[in-house]
Structures are given as structure tokens and as C-alpha cells.
């Protein structure tokens, strides 16, 4: 458990540090979902019912895909390509850090290849409009989690990286937690929250940090002396000449 905590704080941040990013991707989109329920129905616990469930929807589309990318992360570890997998997660999150920084834009063109999935689920997400009950929200929102996002596949490839289905599918569980606070917030709220998200210095800031963060995920020594592997493994090296 103690060595899980970092890595889901981690993934937390991360969801938190995109903020500015979901504003741009999904804040519209979350403005149209709110527009779409009726409007008596637009106010009080009516009106989070409904949010919750898009947000729960997309949340648990987002560990299922942790999971399954997870399995796919579990199998490369076992072939022993698992050191190419957290190379990949490493260029993944840097580009994701030049991207919120506006230093460059290469992550869209991964956003690219979700485009031909999203073709086929966007009709079907039309179909659940207008939105009168929670569980129209949920099958909504879950169909909302697979929209094409270089923050989400950038974090989902690191995630995949752990080598595990149920670690994977809780480290994307909790990004979808950090990113809830912004595209929950709505109104005023949510003007302040895009006034600050789009200050320079904060969206620097967020933006070295995920890129310091994918240069500690580059395979490297640092990964050994950090997790006491490299003693653990140099220890049954020997042990093993010893026999």
C-alpha cells in the first residue's frame, strides 16, 4: 500500500494538472451536456445527478481502458519488452508537458488515430440526447470517456507501464478523480478556474512539472536506487554465482 500511494497521487496530479487541457478539450463539450437537460430540470440535485453521472460514466470508461491497457503492459513485461513500454510512457508524458505549455503540438496527431473509434460511438451518444434521467448521464458519460484525448492516452500508456491490470486500472481511476474538480465546477466558477488555468505561469508550471515527471519514467539507473530493485537484483545476482 505504501508503495502504491506515490503512484496514486501521482496519477491524481497528473488529472489535476491537466486541468487547463480538459477545459479546452471537454469544457464545451460539458457546457452542451449541461444545455441538454431539460430545463426544470437544470437546477439543484436534479442537475448534479446528472453531472455526477456523466463524470462517474467517463471515469469508469477510463478504468476499463486502464485495465485493458494494463493487460497489454502485463504481456509486454512478460516478453521482457517492458523497459520499451516505459520509454514510451516517458516521450508520452514529455510531449504531453510541450503540449499544455503550447511548445508543441505533435500529441495531436495521436489524438488523430482515436478519431476513427469516436466516429462510430458519436452517434450513439446522439441518440441518448436530451439527457432527462441519471441513466441516460452514465451511458452517456461512459461513451464520453473513449473521445479522443492526448492527456488521457498519454497517462493511460504510463499507466500500462506498471505491468498490471488492477494497478493500471486504479492509477486511470484516480486521473479521472483529479480531473473531476474542473470539469465539474460550472458558471462563475469555472470563469475563474479558465482565467487562472490560462495564466503563462501556471500553465508553465503544470507543464514542467508532467515534463520533469516523464523524464523520471525514462528507463534509467534512478529506477533501481529509488525502489532498493537495484540492490534486491545485484543481491540474487550473486546468489545465484554462489550456487
Avoid: K
Amino acid at each position: 500500500m505504501i508503495e502504491l500511494l506515490p503512484l496514486l497521487l501521482t496519477a491524481l496530479a497528473l488529472g489535476l494538472l491537466g486541468g487547463g487541457h480538459c477545459i479546452g478539450m471537454c469544457g464545451g463539450l460539458m457546457g452542451a451536456l449541461t444545455l441538454a437537460i431539460p430545463a426544470e430540470q437544470r437546477h439543484g440535485w436534479r442537475l448534479w445527478r446528472v453531472l455526477l453521472g456523466y463524470n462517474f460514466g467517463r471515469i469508469s470508461s477510463y478504468a476499463l481502458a486502464g485495465a485493458l491497457a494494463g493487460s497489454f503492459g502485463w504481456l509486454l513485461h512478460s516478453l521482457g519488452l517492458g523497459i520499451w513500454l516505459r520509454l514510451l510512457a516517458g516521450l508520452m508524458l514529455i510531449a504531453m508537458g510541450l503540449y499544455l505549455a503550447n511548445w508543441w503540438a505533435g500529441l495531436t496527431r495521436v489524438e488523430a488515430l482515436g478519431r476513427r473509434l469516436w466516429r462510430h460511438l458519436e452517434p450513439r451518444a446522439r441518440r441518448l440526447l436530451p439527457v432527462t434521467r441519471a441513466r441516460q448521464a452514465l451511458a452517456l458519460g461512459a461513451l464520453w470517456g473513449w473521445l479522443p484525448c492526448g492527456l488521457v492516452y498519454s497517462t493511460l500508456i504510463w499507466a500500462s507501464s506498471q505491468g498490471s491490470a488492477g494497478l493500471s486500472a486504479s492509477l486511470m481511476l484516480a486521473f479521472g478523480l483529479g480531473t473531476l474538480p474542473t470539469l465539474l465546477v460550472t458558471g462563475l466558477a469555472a470563469e475563474r478556474m479558465m482565467a487562472l488555468l490560462r495564466q503563462r505561469q501556471v500553465r508553465i508550471s503544470a507543464a514542467l512539472l508532467v515534463i520533469l515527471f516523464g523524464l523520471w519514467t525514462l528507463p534509467g539507473p534512478h529506477h533501481g536506487w529509488l525502489t532498493g530493485h537495484g540492490s534486491h537484483d545485484s543481491a540474487s545476482h550473486s546468489s545465484s554465482h554462489s550456487h
